[in-house]
């Protein structure tokens, strides 16, 4: 699924990020990357969806070359790819639908074909009752379910997550990675950079470590490994 | 693309124009201004071209005969000219005649002259190929008894400094106003993008093609540019109407005409419209491409 090859990212500021990145993950893993603050976790994980662009190496996720990847092709990577972020990212004027519904919208999915999509995932994160709701009539979790739920509508091989509990209490936190676990078990591959030691270090899945942009651990079931 | 798609990014991009209020009020009227003055300018110069062309094209020579010239001699000078290589005709006009002309032409304010006659006996002579008018204009002016001689391309030499120096400082001008509307218009579209960024982020994260996320830009810059085309075309075509009613009963004897009401106005209107549509659509990609980054 992910391919990762002597990945090395230097922003323009001159900052390595990567610094000669191997890694390989398959269809269905359930992976966590650790690690301390500016590690090189965002940017790893920006690579996926081509949001940061290698300097130099070989990357593919989902057999698309990242690294030779034409401007005007990446929509059709972002479109294999659903993408979760801390701050849920939803927009305050469109309803829980709507919002949902906007990612097949502008990929120009058929009317019926939302409507059908939508309504599924919206019951898969229980929240088909609250489908007229507006974002910030929402608690935090219900927000990340939302966006989790377009992540997921236009049913992508891979599920990207960037600290997606980062903003929410413990108990929340809980319920958003069964989620994600719910998700893994009908097959997408969850890629999730995180700061949560007790998830972690219960819910075991592999764990990659990365510090100074290297990657340090890469253990199947491993442990969070950094204290609190 | 899509039907569907079409009216959701012709939504969108009103929605913009409503929701820019001042920005897009401040930009339809700075294309309304350039606009208004190409058309006029448009017209001014067109016209001028054509009086240009209609004067260049005129085979017709005034004749000025000297003072104190007997009928003998005019009869005399008649024939000579009319044997000359180049000449279809030669008409005989007498200075009483040319008066009669004048108040007819112009109004009894010249009548006074009717007493003291400043004018001279003339001839109208035609050349039988306008490009020939100069040299048998110049063949006659060699004859003796003859005053002087007008013709067209005499008069239209001053007419195309007044042609060359308008366009140029039109130009200069409309250019001005040009970027001046372009930059209102890229700076409205800038509003409507920063105010639009995390929906084109959020788009551009779910895969929405570059064209999806640019084409409601492009057609807000474009309505723009079409509204701001309404009140010159509107202006223009009833300004034109006006002079071509006032012109056309007070030209018919002149050698030169002014272009017809139609199709000229059509054609103008249709310029005022594109180049409505252009600086619209012209300056929204300035902004997309500072600040869309798709
Ligand atoms: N857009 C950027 N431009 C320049 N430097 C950046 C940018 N994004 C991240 N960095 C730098 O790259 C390093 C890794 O950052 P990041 O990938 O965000 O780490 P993490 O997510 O593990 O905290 C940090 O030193 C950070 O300052
Ligand atoms: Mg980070």
Redo the contacts with the bound molecule.
Sequence with gaps: MIQMKNVY?K???G????NGMNVEIDQGEFVYVV????????????MMYRE?RPTSGQMFVDGIDIATLKNSKVPLLRRQIGVVFQDFKLLPKLNVYENVAFALEVIEEKPEEIRKRVLKVLDLVGLKHKARMFPTELSGGEQQRVSIARSIVNKPKVVIA??PTGNLDPETSWDIMRLFEQINKSGTTILM?THNREIVNSMRHRVIA?EG?LIVRDVAGGDYGYEG | MKARTLGRHFRESLKSLGRNGWMTFASVSAVTVTLLLVGVFVLIMMNLNKIADDVENDVEMKVFIALETGQEDIDRLENEISVLPGVESVDFSTKEEELTDLILNFGDDFSLYEQNNPLFDVFYVKSIDPQQTEKVAGEISKIDQIEKVEFGAGKIEKLFNVLNTGRNVGLVLILALLFTAMFLISNTIRITIVARRHEIEIMKLVGATNWFVRIPFILEGMWLGLLGSIIPIGLVAALYYNVTVYAEPRLKNEIFQLLEFSPFIYQVSALILLMGIFIGVWGSFMSIRKFLRV
């Design positions: 990212k922003y323009s500021n900052i390595v990020a990567l690690g301390p603050s500016g590690a090189g976790k965002s940017t790893f994980i920006k940061e960037d600290e950079a990365i942009g």
